[in-house]
């Protein structure tokens, strides 16, 4: 009974922090209108003790390793994948992210099916945005600003730059502090922001199955296949 029980504490505080999450997350945008009006109503403006230096200086980082492993044009899509992953689980909160595509389905995987949700959902993210990166060259990011979220979250707003001429595409990150560092939440291209839209089609694949989780593992596996075939070149697009 207790080794049961010792088997089943990782998957409950799993959920715990997740359900936390999901419940800050939801709180936080119904009290942000009121809290608006209230600070124009009495004309105060806060700021943030911190400057948003560090979360500028973390998207800055992030995206010179990134643009470092597209620019070895010697290694193979393997290669780039294997680096790609290791740039992902250093700078992105992934549990957070996958809970958060979950929505009210937190509670409906089992262990096993949560195990192999997370391992689908990162290896769907890398090679996605592997496919879509390699067709970057010359291109350049530019943060323009960064702005504090109380004491743990921070929006840092930049945009890509293309040497054809192209129209520079905005780009918005989502950060939150783990432990004291920076992890990226979510990414906002052009106005979507990617975790928010995928929750919309993990909940809508489960609720059109009946609840059925595995019907959202295979979704999954069939969108890997896509994206390694270079069907996919969009996250938003994988639906």
């Known amino acids: 009974m207790a080794a049961g029980r010792a088997s089943e504490a990782p998957h409950r505080i799993w959920r715990i922090k997740m359900i936390t999450t999901l419940t800050t997350h ?36 992030v995206s010179e390793r990134a643009i470092s492993i597209i620019s070895e044009k010697s290694a193979s899509k393997a290669e780039m994948e294997a680096e790609f992953a290791r740039l992902l689980d250093e700078t992105a909160d992934m549990d957070r992210i996958a809970a958060f595509a979950l929505g009210q389905y937190l509670r409906t995987p089992t262990p096993e099916q949560k195990s192999e949700y ?34 743990k979250q921070a929006i840092v ?44 089609t993990f909940t809508s694949v489960i609720r059109n199955n009946g609840g059925d989780f595995n019907a959202l593992l295979s979704h999954l596996r069939k969108q890997i296949g896509k994206a390694e075939a270079g069907e996919i070149s969009d996250i938003s697009a994988a639906n």
């Open 157 to 200: 707003r930049s945009e890509i730059k293309f040497t054809n001429g192209r129209e520079p595409v905005s780009v918005d990150w989502w950060l939150v502090k783990d432990g004291g560092d920076y992890k990226i939440f979510d990414v906002n291209v052009v106005g979507v922001w990617l975790a928010q839209e995928q929750r919309s």
């Open 118 to 151: 997370l391992k689908l959902v990162r290896e769907f993210i890398v090679k996605v945005y592997v496919t879509r990166l390699a067709d970057y060259n010359d291109e350049k990011l530019d943060i323009l600003s960064a702005k504090m979220k109380g004491d």
């Open 26 to 61: 939801r709180s936080r945008w119904f009290l942000a209108p009121l809290a608006l009006c209230m600070a124009l109503m009495t004309g105060i403006a806060q700021t943030s003790a911190s400057t948003g230096d560090d979360a500028r200086s973390f998207v800055d980082d």
